[in-house]
Nanobody, 121 residues
Framework: VQLVESGGGSVQAGGSLRLSCASSGSIYATLCMGWFRQAPGKEREGVASISTGGGLTYYFDSVKGRFTISQDSIDNTLYLQMNSLKPEDTAIYYC????????????????RGQGTQVTVS
């Protein structure tokens, strides 16, 4: 599974961005897809995940109500709609997939993309 992110950029606080992740294979090739981020000097943290079969979603507490993860099974694309962005959301965002039977936000992602920068000022 190859994952390619797009949609990052710079935005002012309160603005919105939508990240996209194109998968080379069926999103159903893995049981769970998601997004994690890493800011300079900070630990990597899971942001959101979705079970590809049932569509159950999970969110990091600080993004609940602001971010929405979704999938398009026809186009094999994963999305992350980010609203009400805050400076603390600044990070490199990675699309990821895991096939370890979990859909948690903990480390252990099997596949990941190259990342896309999100900067909120």
């Amino acid at each position: 599974v190859q994952l390619v992110e797009s949609g990052g950029g710079s935005v002012q606080a309160g603005g919105s961005l939508r990240l996209s992740c194109a998968s080379s294979g069926s999103i159903y090739a893995t049981l769970c897809m998601g997004w994690f981020r890493q800011a300079p000097g900070k630990e990597r943290e899971g942001v959101a995940s979705i079970s590809t079969g049932g569509g159950l979603t999970y969110y990091f507490d600080s993004v609940k109500g602001r971010f929405t993860i979704s999938q398009d099974s026809i186009d094999n694309t994963l999305y992350l709609q980010m609203n009400s962005l805050k400076p603390e959301d600044t990070a490199i965002y990675y699309c990821a997939a895991r096939d370890d039977g979990s859909c948690s936000l903990t480390p252990g992602w099997t596949y990941r993309g190259q990342g896309t920068q999100v900067t909120v000022s």
